[in-house]
């Protein structure tokens, strides 16, 4: 819950941020006011503006990186699995009854487990040869 706070308020902050520095004059903007563009027809005087701003964009920079180190802070110390890996549960497999003497084939050997299957060969192979040439 304080999570999801904190992210909009970095939102908020951000869009702030950016707004801020954007208002802002950049260095050149002096020159044009030396030769009369209006700069003393601002709402906060002619030299107001520049004080507000750079303020305020130094209070939202800093609130931006406290509320960044918060975000990190509460995300590194949750206790919920990091992965789906970690939330997966392994189930042991059941363990099977050896199969009752009536199930396994007669023509089955003894050392050979009930589940294989019994090899029988082809049917267009002949019976004395292994790879269907003939000898």
């Known amino acids: 819950m304080?999570?999801?706070i904190l992210l909009v308020a970095q939102v908020i902050i951000s869009f702030a941020?950016?707004?801020?520095?954007?208002?802002?004059?950049?260095?050149g903007a002096d020159a044009g006011a030396a030769f009369g563009s209006g700069a003393s027809a601002t709402v906060f005087g002619s030299q107001g503006s520049a004080n507000f701003l750079t303020r305020t964009t130094a209070i939202l920079a800093t609130?931006?990186?406290l509320n960044s180190?918060?975000?990190?802070?509460?995300?590194?110390?949750?206790?919920?699995p990091k992965s789906v890996v970690d939330?997966?549960?392994v189930e042991e497999p059941a363990q099977n009854a050896a199969?009752?003497?009536?199930?396994v084939p007669a023509d089955v050997p003894a050392?050979?487990?009930?589940?294989?299957?019994?090899?029988?060969?082809?049917?267009?192979?002949?019976?004395?040869?292994?790879?269907?040439?003939?000898?």
Do not use: C, N, W
């Open 2 to 4: 304080l999570y999801s």
């Open 17 to 27: 941020l950016v707004v801020f520095v954007l208002l802002q004059h950049g260095k």
């Open 63 to 65: 609130l931006f990186f």
């Open 69 to 80: 180190m918060a975000m990190t802070y509460i995300i590194s110390h949750r206790e919920e």
């Open 87 to 89: 939330t997966v549960t």
């Open 99 to 103: 199969p009752a003497a009536a199930d």
């Open 111 to 135: 050392d050979v487990p009930a589940d294989v299957p019994a090899a029988t060969p082809p049917a267009d192979v002949p019976a004395g040869s292994k790879d269907g040439a003939k000898p």
